[in-house]
């Protein structure tokens, strides 16, 4: 059942090429409104995500709305209501930066032309420099304009500040969050985690096909903490913690412990405070980007917890907040 408050909805979506299974059952939901990030590492997914819900990929399996609608059967409605930039936008280079304003008006309402014509002046774009000869950022920049020129709904965006320089880089990010304040929703993938950690009010992180972690960027940093045990010997051993806090990652370091850790409580930290071996335990929230690294280098380390049973390393990776 579509939610009305939801502008991205997939269920179960799986992506195989040959030779390479690319998402492997993922669900996601996209809240109006919001700024989605979607992070990931080199080749996790992003773009392949992307470009399924903008239709130009058809999925091997599983279901997928964007606006209500089916992305390949009503592509073109689609193409009509949100705003898209790729990670390399393709545009024709004959043309002049107006030119390709006026080009693509023809398939939008009335109106666009003249947002366009403000977006890419407030840029410093020449409106009669051909598009070959503009530099990477200018060309990113054209590429937004065209993508914000209709107000979309929803704006897709792919790596959308690699090219732009710090200053343009905040004040397009900032611009974002006031989208989204005035009821639009982004979505983007992005490398960028401090970046994202600025602007993104829902975060996923993708890793091995799936989403490791999905969930408000504020829930996510409240229930996940590093933790640091300073031990008499590395070799102490201590108890898993209990259900339904979970280790997202581990290592020890001499005689340092350190573990991401979801749920992690007073209680859990006064309980191995006081055990044997154990000469102190500090607790911090964690920052998005050890959260980061703990769902995509971390859970190779993590560690089997002998005494929860309940909880194999394996199903850690599918967690879902
Ligand atoms: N048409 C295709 N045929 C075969 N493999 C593909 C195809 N498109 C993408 N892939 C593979 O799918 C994987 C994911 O690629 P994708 O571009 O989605 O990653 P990404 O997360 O966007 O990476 P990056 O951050 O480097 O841009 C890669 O291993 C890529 O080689």
């Known amino acids: 059942m579509n939610n009305q408050n939801e502008v991205i909805t997939a269920s179960g979506l799986e992506m195989r ?21 979607l992070l990931g590492e080199n080749g996790a997914g992003k773009t392949t995500m992307i470009r399924i819900l903008t239709g130009f990929l058809k999925p091997t399996a599983g279901s997928v709305r964007v606006c209500g609608l089916d992305p390949i059967r009503d592509s073109l409605e689609i193409r009509r209501r949100i705003g898209y930039v790729s ?3 393709a545009m024709y280079d004959w043309m002049t930066v107006g030119e390709i304003g006026w080009f693509t008006a023809s398939f939008y309402s009335h109106g666009f032309v003249e947002r366009y014509r403000e977006l890419v002046t407030g840029y410093e774009i020449p409106e009669n420099r051909k598009m070959k000869v503009l530099s990477r950022g200018q ?12 107000d979309p709904e929803l704006l897709i965006l792919d790596e959308p500040t690699s090219g732009l320089d710090p200053l343009v880089r905040r004040e397009f990010l900032e611009s ?4 989204a304040s005035a009821g639009r929703t982004v979505f983007l993938s992005s490398h960028q985690i401090s970046e994202v950690e600025r602007v993104a009010d829902t975060v996923a992180i993708m ?4 989403f490791h972690l999905c969930g408000e960027l504020a829930d996510l940093k409240d229930s996940i903490s590093e933790v640091t045990i300073n031990l008499d010997d590395p070799l102490v051993s201590l108890p898993a913690l209990p259900s339904p806090a979970i280790v997202l990652s581990e290592e020890t370091e001499g005689r340092q412990r350190r573990m991401i850790a979801r749920g992690f409580t007073r209680e859990m930290q006064d ?3 006081a055990r044997r071996g154990v000469n102190g335990v ?8 050890e959260l ?19 909880a194999p390393a394996a199903e850690v990776s599918e967690l879902s907040l």
């Open 139 to 150: 060309r990113a920049k054209v590429a937004l304009s065209l993508a914000l020129a209709h």
């Open 207 to 210: 890793h091995d096909g799936k």
């Open 87 to 89: 990670d390399a936008p």
């Open 292 to 310: 980061f690294v703990a769902c995509t280098r971390g859970i190779a380390a993590l560690r089997p917890q002998p005494q929860d049973s309940q």
């Open 17 to 37: 090429f040959p030779g390479c299974d690319v998402l492997k059952g993922v669900e996601m939901n996209v809240r109006s409104g919001s700024v989605f990030a």
């Open 176 to 179: 974002m969050v006031d989208r």
């Open 271 to 273: 309980a191995i405070a």
């Open 282 to 289: 500090r607790a911090r929230a964690a920052s998005l980007e």
